[in-house]
């Protein structure tokens, strides 16, 4: 089964500054890979996503990147602020034959923005 | 404008007492699933539907089942909680075709 790793388990930056969070995956067929912001006692919100067919994606302040060819994607958040601080979780996504979709998650990364 | 709802929010339920967690959806997707997210960890897939086909990961406990009786609701029953399943809960829905997944706020279980 597919197998995702996520580095750094926690990040602490000082406010404005960016920050970067890796992941790599195991699973040739996984082609979609999200990435979302958990805040403290909520759910997982989904805040960016790329697919398999595309190198990089941009929204705003954030960013990711994927390479195919080494399995691997990142997080890129520039000019962070406070509110950025949360748990982040990558995930790559296999289908599933009957319909519907697996997400394998990354173990997380703690980003604290300090001021 | 919440689209996926849990309710409750917070549940205690005694060791081995049965308890039902509810999740509903405005989204109309007809795919729903259901994970367990303990403290300080990613969350685990525990089952999902697909319309009205159940399908069970292979390392969810007996102790776990599901229910969905319409395309809005679903429903994870817990026969036998254990204190090693205190987590929080999370309901998510995409739509056949789409890959995006979205999560309902939890439902955080406490087991004493």
């Known amino acids: 089964g597919e197998n995702v790793e996520q580095h750094p388990s926690t990040l602490s930056v000082q406010e404005g500054d960016s920050a970067v969070i890796k992941c790599t995956y195991s699973?040739?067929?996984?082609?979609?890979f999200p990435w979302y912001k958990q805040e403290l006692g909520k759910g997982p919100q989904l805040i960016i996503d790329i697919r398999s067919n595309v190198g990089e994606k941009k929204d705003q302040r954030i960013a990711v990147t994927l390479n195919k060819t080494a399995k691997h994607f990142s997080l890129h958040i520039t000019e962070t602020q406070p509110e950025d601080s949360a748990v982040y979780f990558c995930?790559?996504?296999?289908?599933?034959?009957?319909?519907?979709?697996?997400?394998?998650f990354g173990t997380g990364t703690q980003l604290k923005v300090e001021l | 404008d919440a689209m996926v709802i849990q309710n409750p929010r917070y549940q205690v339920t005694q060791f081995g007492k049965p308890v039902t967690l509810s999740c509903s959806q405005t989204?109309?997707?007809?795919?729903m699933y259901w994970y367990q997210q303990k403290s300080s960890q990613a969350p685990k897939l525990l089952f999902h539907?697909?319309?009205?086909?159940?399908?069970n990961e292979a390392d969810t406990p007996d102790n776990f089942q599901s229910r969905r009786p319409n395309t809005s609701f679903c429903f994870l029953d817990i026969r036998s909680p254990g204190l090693g399943d205190a987590a929080m809960y999370l309901c998510?829905?995409?739509?056949?075709?789409?890959?995006?997944?979205?999560f309902g706020p939890g439902t955080r279980l406490t087991v004493t």
């Open positions: 989204l109309n997707h007809n795919v």
């Open positions: 539907y697909y319309d009205k086909d159940f399908n």
């Open positions: 998510a829905t995409s739509r056949d075709g789409y890959y995006e997944q979205y």
């Open positions: 995930a790559a996504t296999t289908l599933f034959t009957g319909g519907g979709n697996k997400l394998t």
């Open positions: 699973d040739s067929a996984s082609n979609y």
